[in-house]
């Protein structure tokens, strides 16, 4: 069996160094491209927009119980985690933990997955009609799935279809390819033992607590309706960032 303590410790020190400099992919952190600011990607960053903001895709009450309870929720246990497994969150990077998951506890994984899909699908959702991506990330689109319809439908089965809790996602993978698939749970796609591989460009949520309150089982209709809040400023620039 691995020794996870010395693996751990060895991480720890690779991350302090390298959280001086830009993370192992070059691309900054999410929150910094966004912000421009050096706020704490292991915390809680305010959302872009009130809880109506979305409606009437997403109603207000789901909004704000799923970001004031559920991803609240994941944040703090984040804070637990990182406490506990001697994680420095004022040096470490969010994405670094993830990438080195498999040397952390289940209760890391979860939440640090957790917290971290849900402050990207905040910014991947903005107000207003979404129309579709340009420049450079719709000829990559084209060029990957032979047109944006095709790219949406086959999102929008990868979220269909994840038995149970999850996330569908279009990553940007190290060949520098885009590919779509799902996880389960809280795990995403920049996690050592994640099947899909590569950095989240576009995650959407599929767990019933997404959608319930105004769709009940009914996850088509909820994935179908949320095509129409999708932020593509935001996907575009970190896939130019990737
Ligand atoms: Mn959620």
Request: charged content about 20%; glycine content about 8%.
């Amino acid at each position: 069996m691995p020794n996870h303590n010395s693996d751990r410790r060895n991480f720890i020190k690779t991350a302090g160094i390298a959280a001086a400099g830009i993370g192992l992919t070059g691309l900054p952190s999410f929150l910094h491209a966004q912000s421009g600011a050096a706020g704490n990607a292991f915390v809680q960053q305010p959302l872009l927009y009130d809880y109506k903001g979305l409606e009437p895709v997403i109603d207000a009450m789901t909004m704000e119980i799923h970001y004031s309870k559920h991803a609240a929720t994941y944040a703090k246990n984040l804070a637990d985690a990182c406490a506990a497994e001697k994680v420095d969150t004022s040096s470490a990077k969010l994405e670094d933990v993830l990438r080195n998951i498999s040397k952390f506890t289940p209760k890391m994984r979860n939440n640090c997955g957790g917290h971290y899909n849900h402050e990207l699908f905040w910014q991947c959702m903005k107000p207003g009609t979404a129309t579709k991506p340009e420049g450079k990330l719709a000829t990559a689109i084209d060029q990957s799935f032979g047109s944006f319809d095709t790219f949406k439908t086959q999102f929008t089965d990868a979220g269909k279809n994840r038995f149970g809790s999850g996330w569908a996602w279009l990553v940007i993978n190290s060949d520098k390819k885009l590919v779509i698939g799902s996880t389960a749970n809280q795990d995403n796609p920049l996690m050592d033992i994640s099947e899909l591989k590569g950095t989240p460009l576009l995650g959407l949520d599929v767990w019933e607590h997404a959608y319930y309150l105004k769709y009940q089982n009914k996850r088509p209709d909820y994935i179908a309706n949320w095509w129409n809040v999708v932020n593509w400023e935001f996907v575009q620039k970190r896939f130019e960032l990737g």
